[in-house]
């Protein structure tokens, strides 16, 4: 499994190290707030997304350790949605990772609340670090195109996209191409766009880059592929979250359009896509290897 490679513990160790730390200081007449925000931080999770960041950052020469404001914005970000995506307006979801959902604890208007803080302090975290870099000007450069990506990889051409495209096709027949359009956008956006930040902030030269975004889009196309499968075949106990629920809501998603069997094999398709995008992007070999047992085994996950 990956999370028994060392050098996977080792990146996610730095994430889950500097997570908590890394929001801002809430004034203790907010403290429900960052209570909020805490704790669905704190609710163990993969980390892969920004695992995905540091571990692109060192493929392309740069340090983990300066990227680690920019990997944790993205899990902040990641955070942000999943405490929205389960309000009744949208999934009505009361588990997530295995506990109840932020606004089964602190309620819905906290909760929404508490995921506006976390995504403005995704891009507070990262306005910080840019202040480190005024007098380097291509460090600063590096992150602001890091920051780019990420800000687009969530906003109204990317995550936001895909989440009202993915509302709009309740109870609707959609095609293939709007049902890519809907996870190309919903998931795959911000993992690409976690996977570019980090190649910008080591540097990478334009071919890694070109490759490294096939391999980001490919990637997150077959995770919520696998997702849409876990739905139908998955149980809570492993899932830590209600399987089922995209059928009651007569939501688009592989199996209902394409049928489970032909869902696999789009994911084994897109996934041995991603395999070759990252050994043609050059690099460590080692860490190429590691993206590539990544690739393999979120395809296969149960949970």
Aim: hydrophobic content about 40%; aromatic content about 6%.
């Amino acid at each position: 499994m990956i999370d028994d490679s060392p050098e996977f513990a080792r990146l996610k160790d730095l994430v889950e190290s500097s997570l908590v730390g890394l929001l801002p200081e809430v004034d203790g007449k907010s403290k429900t707030l960052f209570e909020a925000m805490r704790y669905t931080l704190r609710t163990p999770g993969k980390r892969i997304r920004p695992v995905l960041l540091l571990l692109a950052c060192e493929l392309a020469g740069g340090d983990a350790r300066e990227a680690a404001p920019y990997a944790c914005a993205v899990e902040f970000v990641h955070n942000y949605s999943l405490i929205h995506d389960d309000l009744p307006a949208m999934d009505d979801d009361d588990l997530r990772r295995g506990e109840p959902t932020n606004h089964k604890v602190y309620g819905e208007a906290m909760a929404i609340l508490a995921g506006d803080g976390l995504l403005s302090a995704a891009f507070e975290l990262i306005h910080k670090d840019y202040l480190l870099y005024l007098d380097d000007a291509a460090g600063l450069k590096r992150r602001i195109r890091a920051g780019a990506e990420i800000a687009r990889g969530c906003g109204c051409r990317g995550m936001i996209a895909g989440q009202v495209a993915d509302i709009e096709a309740e109870n609707r027949a959609v095609s293939a191409e709007m049902l890519d359009y809907i996870h190309i956008n919903k998931t795959a956006s911000l993992i690409r766009a976690a996977i570019l930040a980090g190649a910008y902030l080591g540097g990478a030269k334009p071919d890694m880059i070109e490759n490294l975004s096939v391999f980001g889009e490919n990637l997150g196309l077959s995770f919520q592929i696998a997702d849409d499968i876990l739905d139908v075949t998955g149980a809570a106990e492993t899932l830590g979250k209600t399987p089922g629920k995209d059928e009651r809501a007569h939501k688009a998603t592989y199996p209902s359009l394409h049928g489970t069997e032909a869902s696999y094999r789009r994911l084994g398709e897109l996934t041995e896509r991603a395999v070759h995008a990252i050994q043609r992007g050059g690099g460590d070999e080692g860490r190429v290897d590691l993206f590539i047992s990544l690739a393999r085994e979120l395809a296969r996950r149960t949970r």
